[in-house]
Structures are given as structure tokens and as C-alpha cells.
Nanobody, 127 residues
Framework: QVQLVESGGGLVQAGGSLRLSCAGS????????MGWFRQAPGKEREFVAA????????NYADSVAGRFTISRDNAKNTVYLQMNSLKPEDTAVYYC????????????????????WGQGTQVSVSS
């Protein structure tokens, strides 16, 4: 089992940057495929990005590709989401999630396939 804690959210102006962190507990953290999701008020939770246990495979939603970068440091049990060129439509609660099996492409998009979730961190982008 793994516990996840997100941090790094806040208020930023459009065009700005934030880096989210997700700290995981447990010695098996490095074996999990990790994802970031977000949920805006009145909307469903949506996929943002995912990264394989090795860090070599990454996936991004079309809406963030080229602006966001997911990475991980297994020695620190931490996954990161670097968010650049932020837009007001990026405003949401951001969640990290752990999946105990590999996924690729659209196979990473389904939130129901993830086994563990953090509590979320708020990101607000002003225009």
C-alpha cells in the first residue's frame, strides 16, 4: 500500500509556472505507475499526465502537452508536475495517483484504474 501527499499548489498569474510534488510512502513506491489528474468545479476528474515506474514512458493530455512535464525521483519517493505557461483553464484541484500495473497511451487516462490517491492540491490561475 502507498500513501500520497501533494504539495506545491497556489495562485499564479496566467503565463506563470508552478511545480507540484507528490510524496509517496512505502518501499514499493518505485514499482508504481504514477499519474496526475485534475478536477475543476462542476467538471469530472480528467487525466493530465502519467509516468512509468522507470520514468522512461510518459503520457500527456492534449490540453497540457508541451506546457507540463511529469517526472519522478524514486530515491525520494516523489513525482513532480512542472507546469509552465499556465492558463486560467488550468485552474483545478490536482491529484496524484498510483497504479500498480503498467499502462500506455489512453490506457493511462481512466481514473478508475488507479489504486491510490492523494488528497489534492489547489491550483488557481488568474487572467
Amino acid at each position: 500500500q502507498v500513501q500520497l501527499v501533494e504539495s506545491g499548489g497556489g495562485l499564479v498569474q496566467a503565463g506563470g509556472s508552478l511545480r507540484l510534488s507528490c510524496a509517496g510512502s512505502g518501499r514499493t513506491f518505485s514499482s508504481y505507475h504514477m499519474g496526475w489528474f485534475r478536477q475543476a468545479p462542476g467538471k469530472e476528474r480528467e487525466f493530465v499526465a502519467a509516468i512509468s515506474w522507470s520514468g522512461y514512458d510518459t503520457n500527456y493530455a492534449d490540453s497540457v502537452a508541451g506546457r507540463f512535464t511529469i517526472s519522478r525521483d524514486n530515491a525520494k519517493n516523489t513525482v513532480y508536475l512542472q507546469m509552465n505557461s499556465l492558463k486560467p483553464e488550468d485552474t483545478a484541484v490536482y491529484y496524484c495517483a498510483a497504479k500498480n500495473s503498467y499502462c500506455s497511451g489512453y490506457g493511462c487516462y481512466d481514473a478508475h484504474l488507479y489504486d491510490y490517491w492523494g488528497q489534492g492540491t489547489q491550483v488557481s490561475v488568474s487572467s
